[in-house]
């Protein structure tokens, strides 16, 4: 058994939520998972934000091709409603996929930005639906086998 483990979590929070607000629940919840003596420390990487140059992979590109086949795919094998995965278009909202290019990259995954009664994505009501979670995880798949075999 190692003397000691780090873990470093990637996460995003949503209004209300604070980073220290955050911070604060997580080491309550290990520590409330861990027998004692388990020591947990938290600490918040600081980082600038840096400005997200903008970017633009052909829409004909193989790669792209590659990800709206696969998710069309997914998409019609998980029943879900027409429109809901394959479509290729810009993606009109904040990414970090800009330090992937000018490497071919494709912004994707399940769920709305917003929907008729407003902003959703990074909202108190943020949801995403299991289905399309799902077929997300087909579609990874699917790009996989198709791009690397």
Same mark, same amino acid.
């Given at each position: ?15 209300? =939520?604070?980073?220290? *607000? ?23 990487? =600081? ?5 997200? =140059? ?7 590109? =193989? ?5 709206? *086949? ?15 995965? *394959? ?30 009664? *407003? ?31």
């Amino acid at each position: 058994m190692p003397a000691e483990c780090a873990v470093t979590v990637d996460r995003r929070s949503v209004p209300p =939520e604070t980073a220290e *607000g955050f911070q604060r629940a997580l080491a309550a919840a290990v520590r409330e998972a861990t027998d004692a003596p388990v020591g947990v420390e938290m600490t918040l990487t =600081e980082r600038e934000s840096p400005f997200f =140059e903008a970017f633009s992979t052909d829409p004909d590109h =193989e790669f792209v091709s590659a990800v709206a *086949g696969a998710a069309r795919t997914a998409t019609d094998a998980a029943g879900l409603a027409s429109g809901r995965g *394959g479509a290729v278009r810009p993606f009109g909202a904040a990414t970090e996929a800009s330090y992937f290019a000018p490497t071919p990259t494709v912004v994707f995954g399940p769920g709305d930005l917003a929907d008729d009664a *407003g902003a959703v994505a990074h909202a108190e009501r943020e949801y995403v639906r299991v289905r399309e979670v799902e077929a997300a995880a087909v579609t990874v798949a699917g790009v996989v086998d198709r791009v690397v075999g």
